[in-house]
């Protein structure tokens, strides 16, 4: 029944729609069946991905998109093509034929191809045994820069590797990023990922409670700063450009919402 309604029935176009929350519910049941592949699991959840990858409603229990996350971790064709479709080549050269969409959907793919891009948390290098490798990451995401960067897209590809490193876990020294990512970023040493984990984590935080003044930034300053000390050695530049720079982006904002809180007093009396 998903695979017939994301081909299309004929309706008009929002004419005929699942709840967001049935749609969550069928993939659920679907996901622990071994009537699929696993292509075929993260193609129906593509054909879904305006249901399934909502920034605005993520929550601990969401679907998500896990089967394309697999997907793509096994194939990282799939993510620099993502990044083909949702942004501009910066040489004025053509893409290859098998990339390009006709000019009546170019508009529909790149939202679509943004959203995946978006909706994607899982760190792609995990071993047979699900433990994510350095070595494994470093082959995907060195297979992504030199595909992005033949379809004339490096440095946004780059932004948009950093933008899904940002999801890490903390490794098991209790410092962010785990050991596999910050490795990788060492490595690699790319402005533009850092650029993209910095950007990726803040905006990570989303709509949320505040106090009065800016304590909570500064505590957030304070956690980046001492993972930013415990690498300095280690991975200077991880420490230095990703953590040490989250950690002044707080505190600017600790000063702005101290000084914002303080105008708010004033004009209270």
Known sequence: MLLAMAQGGGEPPGHYMLEHYHVEAAFKSLNGSAALTLDQKAGLEFAYIDALARRWERRKDAYGIP????????????????????????????DPPELQVSPDHVKSMAERSYKRLDALHRIPGHDELGELKAEYLAKWVATVRRLCAELGRAKVGDTSIGRLLSAAPIGKD????????????????????????????????????????????????EKYRKWGEALQVSHPFVSSKLLMGLAATYDHEASRENMAAGIRRRMRQ
Request: glycine share 10%; hydrophobic share 30%; charged share 30%.
């Open 174 to 221: 209790g410092v962010w990023p785990c050991e596999p990512v910050r490795d990788v970023m060492e490595d690699v040493q790319s402005e533009e990922i850092i650029h993209g984990a910095h950007t990726g984590v803040y905006n990570s935080r989303g709509v949320h409670w505040r106090g009065e003044g800016g304590d909570q930034e500064r505590d957030l300053a």
């Open 67 to 94: 089967n394309l996350e697999r997907y793509i971790e096994a194939h990282p064709e799939q993510f620099a093509q993502a990044i083909a479709w949702t942004y501009k080549r910066n040489d004025g050269a053509t």
